[in-house]
C-alpha cells in the first residue's frame, strides 16, 4: 500500500483538511456512520473543553490518534492530578469524548465499544511533536498491514 504521506507535494502544507482528503482514497478508512460521529466529536472537544485546542488527529476503525494542547492560563506550572474526581483535566476530556461517541452509538443501536484505556503522552519539544504528527499522519497508509495486531494500538 503506498504511504499516504509521500502523496504530498513539497510545497503543499499538512493539514487536516488535506489528511482527510488523502485517507478517504483507503476504502477501508472511509467513515462508518460512528467513525463520523468520532470524528466530528473530536473536533466538539473545544466546545465542551474551551481551554483545548486540537492539532492533528486522525479516526481510524478501531482507535484515534490525536493531539491535545492543554491551555490552562492559571496555571503556569505542571500540577500532578489529586486523588479523588477527576475533571477539566487529559483524563476527563477522555472519558468524555468516549462517553459521548459510545452514547450516540447505544441510542442508534450502532454495533461499538471503545478499547478500555488510553495511551498518553507529555511531549517536550518541537521534534517529538514533528515526529508524532508524522506518525498520526503515516498511521491510515499501515491500517491493511498492520490493523490485527494490538500491539499498534499504543503507539
Do not use: C
Not at 466529536?41 to 483545548?52: E, G, L, M, R, S
Amino acid at each position: 500500500m503506498q504511504n499516504i504521506a509521500s502523496t504530498l507535494s513539497a510545497d503543499e502544507p499538512l493539514t487536516e483538511s488535506l489528511y482527510a482528503k488523502k485517507t478517504q482514497n483507503i476504502a477501508s478508512l472511509r467513515f462508518s456512520d460512528i467513525g463520523g460521529i468520532a470524528n466530528q466529536y473530536w473536533q466538539d472537544i473545544p466546545k465542551h473543553f474551551p481551554f483545548v485546542e486540537l492539532d492533528m488527529f486522525v479516526v481510524m476503525p478501531n482507535h484515534v490518534h490525536g493531539i491535545l494542547f492543554i491551555n490552562k492560563l492559571e496555571h503556569e506550572e505542571w500540577k500532578p492530578n489529586k486523588f479523588g474526581p477527576q475533571s477539566q483535566n487529559l483524563a476527563s476530556i477522555v472519558r468524555g469524548y468516549k462517553a459521548g461517541v459510545k452514547k450516540y452509538a447505544t441510542l442508534h443501536q450502532l454495533d461499538f465499544g471503545w478499547q478500555s484505556r488510553y495511551y498518553d503522552r507529555v511531549i517536550r519539544s518541537e521534534k517529538e511533536l514533528q515526529n508524532i504528527r508524522q506518525y498520526i499522519f503515516n498511521n491510515p497508509a499501515k491500517w491493511e498491514a498492520e490493523k490485527n495486531n494490538p500491539e499498534n494500538l499504543l503507539m
